[in-house]
């Protein structure tokens, strides 16, 4: 079965970074696209960043110019490096499929990995 594992996540200052990694199994990893998913109080969970089998890279704009998504398929991991953070990117963070031609997210998701941006 689908298993995704969230790790990295931290409390850190205002102008801080981290990098989150996750490690999937249980689905062909290389043929699907990834993305990470941010989760706050009173909201709905939203993409902030996909990259599709091929490598092709998208975000918001919320996070454009200071997160990056990578993969490597031999190891099954999906990062996302996070610079020049903010208080408004505290949350949980998941990763999950996106912009994938085989579906929309799987069903069952991580535990997710908390990013808490503060002084």
């Known amino acids: 079965q689908v298993q995704l594992v969230e790790s990295g996540g931290d409390l850190v200052q205002p102008g801080g970074s981290l990098r989150l990694s996750c490690a999937a199994s249980?689905?062909?990893?290389?043929?699907?696209?990834m993305g990470w998913y941010r989760q706050t109080p009173g909201k709905q969970r939203e993409l902030v960043a996909d990259i599709t089998s091929g490598g092709s890279t998208n975000y918001a704009d919320s996070v454009q110019g200071r997160f990056t998504i990578s993969r490597d398929n031999a190891k099954n991991t999906v990062y996302l490096e996070m610079n020049s953070l903010k208080p408004e990117d505290t949350g949980v963070y998941y990763c999950?499929?996106?912009?994938?031609?085989?579906?929309?997210?799987?069903?069952?998701w991580g535990q997710g990995t908390q990013v808490t941006v503060s002084s």
């Open positions: 249980g689905f062909i990893f290389s043929m699907n696209g």
């Open positions: 999950n499929r996106a912009r994938s031609a085989y579906g929309g997210p799987f069903v069952s």
